[in-house]
């Protein structure tokens, strides 16, 4: 018990330090339980999930919900899962990352063998509690990263955010890469804007596409695997506005667009929730 109080405690201090920002550039924010004496085989994540949100889209508690559903099957040994936002550049919201953690491997029987039973039962006490306090450490990056949207942001520079994101990805070790994106997914910036007369336009996927080109601004995933939660979503405040309205046409053509975008930034787009996903992030 003394053993995981203290384990507790070194979570407590980690999740403090990057809910105050002090930490947001910290590589893993869950204690490891491995030391001199037990040494890890291999830091090298199975799985790694890349949790993006996009701050100028605000998700109803349902939607929030089903998010943080999806998420909860990858807190497992051998993993390891990171919260980042972005909005505008120009309003203080700068893309940064909320939360990082690994959950560390289990030990190998073979090696198993060969530590003593009171050290043994330490360790293990300390990695069956990892899965569970990366739990509370994600739970509390999202809550962080859901306070800070907003639907007054005038712009929304997912195109560059993308790019400089995708950085991040494609430096992971991971054997499988997973990206689960929260975004409206309607780019307002100096590229280009989805919006118009203050609703959505019907965009022409071809000729945004090469906008995209034209200012390098297609990202590299390196061949991950991309959901989106939210495409076209209203937000609750603005849903008495008929001009809100976002018909079958238009995200017809944001589909088309999206998964083109994706598939020229070196990745596989799996689905394109409007705005919910139908299937679970594998």
């Not at 990056?141 to 712009?155: D, N």
């Not at 609750?236 to 944001?254: F, H, I, M, S, V």
Request: net charge positive.
């Amino acid at each position: 018990m003394k053993f995981l109080n203290n384990m507790l405690k070194k979570f407590l201090t980690a999740a403090a330090c990057f809910i105050s920002g002090a930490c947001w550039a910290q590589a893993n924010a869950l204690p490891s339980c491995y030391n001199s004496k037990i040494i890890e085989s291999t830091k090298i994540s199975t799985t790694e999930l890349f949790i993006i949100i996009d701050q100028t889209t605000m998700l109803d508690n349902q939607l929030k919900q089903q998010l943080a559903d999806q998420v909860r099957p990858f807190l497992i040994h051998g993993n390891s899962v990171s919260v980042t936002v972005f909005s505008s550049f120009n309003q203080g919201k700068y893309t940064r990352v909320v939360a990082n953690g690994r959950i560390e491997h289990k030990l190998p029987e073979a090696v198993r063998a060969d530590i003593s039973k009171p050290l043994l039962a330490k360790f293990d006490e300390c990695l069956n509690s990892q899965p569970m306090y990366a739990n509370q450490l994600i739970g509390a990056a999202l809550r962080y990263a859901f306070e800070g949207t907003s639907s007054e942001l005038a712009k929304s520079d997912i195109f560059s955010s993308l790019k400089e994101i995708s950085s991040m990805v494609r430096s992971s070790g991971a054997k499988n890469r997973v990206v689960l994106l929260s975004s409206d997914m309607l780019e307002n910036s100096s590229i280009s804007s989805f919006y118009q007369n203050q609703s959505v336009r019907l965009i022409d996927p071809e000729k945004e596409l090469s906008l995209v080109a034209k200012h390098e601004m297609f990202a590299d995933f390196s061949g991950a695997r991309v959901y989106v939660l939210g495409t076209g979503l209203i937000p609750e405040d603005t849903k008495g506005n008929k001009n809100q309205y976002r018909d079958p046409k238009t995200l017809a053509a944001l589909s088309i667009f999206w998964s083109q975008y994706f598939a020229k930034s070196n990745s596989q787009l799996i689905e394109l929730g409007k705005p919910a996903l139908l299937n679970p992030i594998r």
